[in-house]
Each structure stands twice: as structure tokens, then as C-alpha cells.
């Protein structure tokens, strides 16, 4: 289901995943929507941490990957692109990919030099199995 989850930048696929996660963890535990067992006692019993933070720590772990590429590299020269004469919408402007990865940075209390450390940085950003 996550395939290709880095580079999301819209949290509508969130909320579709999370739905059915939930519909195939109450399948395991062989619950249903008519036992009145709440979602929460689901995924403390199982063990299965919430599908934001799996994407978040996704999304994390590639930025981290990028970060370590020298300058040189196809996907950090993408970075500093400028689109000449691209109209924009009248209506607000979608959320970039790095403006997703700003805000996940910083609910995680994370900086960019953060992520030049490997091993550290995949320690602070882990969330994702809480057992």
C-alpha cells in the first residue's frame, strides 16, 4: 500500500489508506463494525501505529536519502529548478512536496543538518511499529 508513499504530497491518500487498514486490521482480529470496537483498542492490540505517521516517516526517510546525494546528483540539481513561465490557479496553491516535508520536520523536531548523520537521523524519525 505504500509504495511510492515518499513523494506524496497530499494527505487525501492518508485518509483513503487509513480506511482500509482499518477495515484489513478488524479482518485479522476478526472484529467488525457491529462489535462496537473502537479503532484505537484495534491498533493498541495489534501493535500497528497510525498510517500518518508511517507516511511521515516515509516521506522523512527519503528526504534524508536526497540530503546525503552530492550536489552533483540528478535528484539534488532537481531541487534548485526554476520553472520559467508556468501560470499559476486563482485558487490557493497546492502543498509542495518539501513544504510537507518542512512541517514533518518540524513535528519531529528535525533540522536539514539532521539528516546528514544516517544513523541518527533514522533514530529520531522511526515512529512507525510501537512495540
Known amino acids: 500500500m505504500f509504495y511510492g508513499a515518499e513523494c506524496w504530497a ?3 491518500h492518508v ?3 487509513s480506511v482500509a ?3 484489513m486490521l478488524r479482518w485479522m482480529s476478526s472484529k467488525t463494525r ?3 470496537v473502537r479503532n484505537e483498542s484495534i491498533c493498541g492490540s495489534l501493535g500497528v501505529a497510525p498510517i500518518g505517521d508511517k507516511t511521515r516517516e516515509s516521506r522523512l526517510r527519503w528526504f534524508g536519502h536526497v540530503q546525503r546525494r552530492p550536489m552533483t546528483s540528478p535528484v539534488r540539481r532537481s531541487e534548485t529548478m ?3 513561465g508556468a501560470r499559476r490557479t486563482r485558487r490557493r496553491p497546492k502543498l509542495t512536496w518539501v513544504e510537507v516535508v ?3 520536520m518540524a513535528a ?3 533540522t536539514t543538518d539532521m539528516a ?3 544513523a541518527e537521523w533514522r533514530n529520531r524519525i522511526r515512529v512507525a511499529n510501537p512495540k
Open 15 to 17: 485518509h483513503k489508506m
Open 116 to 118: 546528514l548523520n544516517r
Open 21 to 23: 487498514e482499518m477495515r
Open 82 to 84: 526554476h520553472v520559467e
Open 108 to 110: 519531529c523536531n528535525l
Open 102 to 104: 518542512r512541517r514533518d
Open 10 to 12: 497530499a494527505n487525501k
Open 34 to 36: 457491529k462489535d462496537r
